[in-house]
């Protein structure tokens, strides 16, 4: 499907913060573009803030002035909507309000021809919802771009249940000519991003709300370990806790209460109060001038380490042995030890290879989604310490442990020293299923399997909305086929058995997956 021809006449209503950046973006590509705004001169400010802008990027030497004024002269701010009866596409960027924005399509509909595109940047609404009582719904889509519209490289293609797919397939094809990263969504609430996203935030906020750890120790792993921008308190402090809030909750009740989207008090009790964040000046964290700098936890060992032995495969976290080895700590290898749990805990049996790392008293492994007394127990272990998942162990510079009730302080300087000479900053986690990178991308991974299971979109589709809409390392999807699937499984298992909420419930694209040795990235 090819993308509209550069002549055709692109409208954009409402010139707010989106608005604007969308008719930024199709004036670039160079098409003639109308933007309308129902208050008056607020599209002519809009533009004239868009001359701001470019002039800067002029500045920079980021853009030519010829290019800047090119720009700008495709740009036409129109009073009136009938003004807009050459349009070949409308892009509505106004209030997110379900009645406006049916009003005004019906309006469009009069005013523009047969074959214009109408498209709606709704980032919470139903496309199909929007499109009933149309006269011709088959034309009508969710085109959802990011904000920053210029920046942001992913635009979601939103059909609804009229939407005709050689219709978004020519938008998409045009999102790609104008230099963003389009993928196809059905309209199900929170299309593909609003959705994934949501185990990012809960996870920590549950793990704040049992007691984990504090909020700048958990960013700071989520960063350090996890390899995301930034952590989810930082980051829901800086889109508002009220928006992020509102979100959860609209996405929590679209799904009929399904506990996956449950809201957190903790996140309820800030906008209660009124601590949005950034732009109040206090949300997790305080933004005062006279705010203390929040200082990340950490465990130190002064224990001298000069050996280890690794008894089986420690699967996704191998690479940490090659730092240990590099810092002249003989490593031995020995075949496993571990007793197979009992099948109590379902998946257990393939987890990770079942490697662990003896160093002195202590038993170091990654977590499988059980406490770590709980797995003490079930596998005849002593002086267990759990550590978390990591983006890239080669890489990572922290990386999260917990313990069991039985470990000694002794034993866990032992595990700590390995880690520290391996060059990781050691934080300690309480006791709790999964620690905090690992539960966070299995619930991610779990939640993107049931987005494509679902129909939403193609397993392509959602790893890259999810690397370009909120800039994750990895697609949640290729990242639980790089850990490894029957650990992914187990460790959802796992977390469910340990809470016993349907929360944490595996999604059937996973196991299946696992049952058939395949993969969930295509
Ligand atoms: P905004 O409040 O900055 O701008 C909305 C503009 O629309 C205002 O200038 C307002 O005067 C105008 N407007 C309202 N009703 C109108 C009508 N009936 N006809 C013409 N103009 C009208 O809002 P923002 O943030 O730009 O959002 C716009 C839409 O984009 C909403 O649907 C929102 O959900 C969606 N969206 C917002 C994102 C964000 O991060 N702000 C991200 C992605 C989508």
């Not at 055709?8 to 109308?34: E, S």
């Not at 980051?235 to 609209?250: E, F, K, P, W």
């Not at 001038?289 to 996704?316: H, I, K, M």
Request: proline letters at 4%; aromatic letters at 4%.
């Amino acid at each position: 499907m090819t993308a509209l021809d550069t002549h055709t006449v692109v409208a954009v209503i409402g010139a707010g913060a989106m608005g604007a950046g969308i008719a930024q973006v199709a004036a670039q590509a160079g098409h003639p573009v109308l933007l309308h705004d129902m208050r008056p001169g607020a599209a002519q400010a809009a533009i004239e803030g868009l001359g701001v802008q470019l002039g800067k990027r002029v500045d920079q030497g980021k853009l030519s002035a010829q290019q800047r004024d090119a720009t700008l002269a495709r740009l036409h701010a129109v009073q009136a909507l009938e003004e807009l009866a050459d349009a070949g596409l409308v892009i509505e960027a106004i209030v997110e309000n379900l009645q406006a924005k049916r009003e005004l399509f019906a309006r469009l509909e009069a005013i523009c021809p047969a074959g214009c595109v109408l498209a709606s940047n709704t980032s919470s609404l139903s496309i199909t919802r929007i499109a009933a009582g149309l006269a011709r719904p088959e034309r009508f889509l969710g085109v959802h771009f990011f904000n920053p519209a210029p920046v942001m490289a992913l635009v979601e293609i939103v059909s609804g249940l009229a939407t005709a797919p050689e219709v978004a397939a020519s938008l998409h094809a045009t999102a790609k000519a104008w230099g963003k990263a389009p993928v196809h969504a059905s309209s199900t609430p929170g299309f593909i991003v609003n959705r994934v996203a949501r185990p990012f935030y809960a996870e920590s906020l549950r793990l704040l709300q049992e007691g984990a750890a504090d909020c700048v120790t958990l960013d700071a792993l989520m960063r350090d370990a996890g390899g995301f921008r930034m952590g989810a308190f930082e980051l829901t402090d800086l889109i508002g806790h009220d928006v992020n809030y509102a979100v959860t909750c609209s996405v929590f009740e679209a799904y009929y209460g399904d506990m996956r989207f449950q809201p957190s008090l903790i996140q309820a009790a800030l906008v209660d109060a009124g601590r949005l964040g950034r732009k109040t000046g206090q949300g997790f964290y305080d933004y005062g001038p006279a705010a203390a700098r929040p200082v990340v936890s950490e465990v130190r060992s002064g224990v001298r380490v000069d050996e280890c032995v690794v008894e089986g495969d420690l699967g996704v976290a191998q690479s940490l042995l090659a730092r240990i080895e590099a810092q002249g700590i003989k490593v031995s290898r020995a075949p496993s030890r571990v007793k197979p749990a009992p099948a109590a805990m379902p998946g257990s049996a393939d987890l990770f290879g079942r490697g662990v790392i003896r160093v002195g008293d202590a038993v170091l492994a990654l977590s499988d989604g059980r406490l770590a007394s709980q797995r003490a127990r079930d596998d005849g272990l002593q002086n267990l310490v759990l550590f978390d998942l990591a983006l890239d162990y080669a890489t990572a510079s922290r990386i999260a442990i917990s313990w069991s009730a039985d470990t000694t302080t002794a034993a866990r300087d032992q595990a700590v020293a390995l880690l520290q000479a391996a060059g990781l900053v050691v934080s300690p986690l309480a006791d709790l299923p999964g620690l905090l990178v690992l539960r966070t991308v299995a619930m991610l991974a779990n939640e993107a399997a049931d987005a494509v299971l679902n129909g939403v979109a193609s397993a392509a589709d959602v790893d890259l909305a999810m690397r370009k809409g909120v800039n994750y390392p990895q697609g949640p999807l290729a990242w639980a086929d790089a850990i490894g699937l029957p650990g992914v499984l187990a460790v959802l298992d796992n977390l469910q058995a340990s809470y016993g909420e349907s929360r944490y419930r595996p999604s059937l694209l996973i196991r299946r997956a696992v049952a058939e040795g395949g993969a969930l990235h295509d």
